[in-house]
T-cell receptor, first 114, second 112 residues
Framework: SAVISQKPSRDICQRGTSLTIQCQVD?????MFWYRQQPGQSLTLIAT?????????ESGFVIDKFPISRPNLTFSTLTVSNMSPEDSSIYLC???????????FGPGTRLTVT | KQEVTQIPAALSVPEGENLVLNCSFT??????LQWFRQDPGKGLTSLLL?????REQTSGRLNASLDKSSGRSTLYIAASQPGDSATYLC???????????FGTGTRLTIIP
């Protein structure tokens, strides 16, 4: 299994500002995933972060809006830039446990943009 | 493009009843399928993972089945309890891709 922590757990931010979300895993993993869950909706993948290379973004998500860092095999950050109320969501990071197939999720960061 | 649908969107049942949640997917070339539980405002808890070569998985009162040819999975919950109240999500991983495609979720309420 994998234990994932995220910081902050929640935040209220003003329009036009940026927020960086941290994700820490208790084991070394190749890929880390960032998902968004808008209110009342299911999860949508934002990007996949590999250590030592550029993140791969899904259709509809761009690096300028959601820059990602992956400095090592246990840590990643997602920044939500120039925020608008439409960015109000829960942001979750996820990993596949080493040597396994099951995907595990962090507790999420609940972001409200006013 | 893989699409995952869950029916019903919401379900309320009295405590003690057995129930079935449904998940359907459009592309049968899946690597595995995973069922999650999400409590309000929280992250996801993995319940069961079924590999493409498997037909079912069991954990306690939960049993998940997979029929790739028909593009369906079911999650069976036996002897439901109020603590089972949550949103249940199924997610599919396709071959050659570690990304999960999520269903729309079923919000389950167990009535004491």
């Amino acid at each position: 299994s994998a234990v994932i922590s995220q910081k902050p757990s929640r935040d209220i931010c003003q329009r036009g500002t940026s927020l960086t979300i941290q994700c820490q895993v208790d084991s070394q993993v190749t890929m880390m995933f960032w998902y968004r869950q808008q209110p009342g909706q299911s999860l949508t993948l934002i990007a996949t972060a590999n250590q030592g290379s550029e993140a791969t973004y899904e259709s509809g998500f761009v690096i300028d809006k959601f820059p990602i860092s992956r400095p090592n095999l246990t840590f990643s950050t997602l920044t939500v830039s120039n925020m608008s109320p439409e960015d109000s969501s829960i942001y979750l990071c996820s990993v596949v446990a080493p040597g396994g197939y099951e995907q595990y999720f962090g507790p999420g960061t609940r972001l409200t943009v006013t | 493009k893989q699409e995952v649908t869950q029916i019903p969107a919401a379900l309320s049942v009295p405590e003690g009843e057995n129930l079935v949640l449904n998940c359907s997917f459009t592309d049968s070339a899946i690597y595995n399928l995973q069922w999650f539980r999400q409590d309000p405002g929280k992250g996801l808890t993995s319940l069961l993972l079924i590999q493409s070569s498997q037909r079912e998985q069991t954990s306690g009162r939960l049993n998940a089945s997979l029929d790739k040819s028909s593009g369906r999975s079911t999650l069976y919950i036996a002897a439901s309890q109020p603590g089972d109240s949550a949103t249940y999500l199924c997610a599919v991983r396709n071959f050659g891709n570690e990304k999960l495609t999520f269903g729309t979720g079923t919000r389950l309420t167990i009535i004491p």
